[in-house]
């Protein structure tokens, strides 16, 4: 389509790179090839959040792995912009020398 779209995500092992390198070998792939992405790019991240996350734990089992990850992505739809994210990873928007607010991070005492 003519709608332009750019993806950034950011990945942080836990016990290991194992899966914040597959997350970061997947996760655009299957953001990029949900159904919903051009209708519902939110819907988009959040199942693909959830599909990632199931193949790596199929394959961390496989292997035998023992590695997490957090993760946090941003994908620009025309003007809009969607954050997804998982664990405590943040994003942060600076616009014109200050800090825009973009979301509230997960935090053990939070519901």
Partial sequence: DDIDRAY?????GHGGVDAA???????HVN???HE?????PAEALKCSFQKTDEMFLF???????????TGVSA???GNKLHI???GDSQVMLVQQGRAVTLM?????ERE
């Fill in 59 to 69: 394959k961390a089992k496989r292997e035998k792995l023992r590695s997490g990850t």
């Fill in 104 to 108: 509230e991070p997960h935090k053990p």
């Fill in 8 to 12: 950034f995500a950011v990945f942080d």
């Fill in 36 to 40: 919903e992405i051009v209708k519902n």
């Fill in 84 to 86: 997804a994210w998982l």
């Fill in 21 to 27: 390198n597959y997350s970061a070998t997947h996760l």
């Fill in 75 to 77: 994908l620009i739809v």
């Fill in 31 to 33: 953001v990029g090839l």
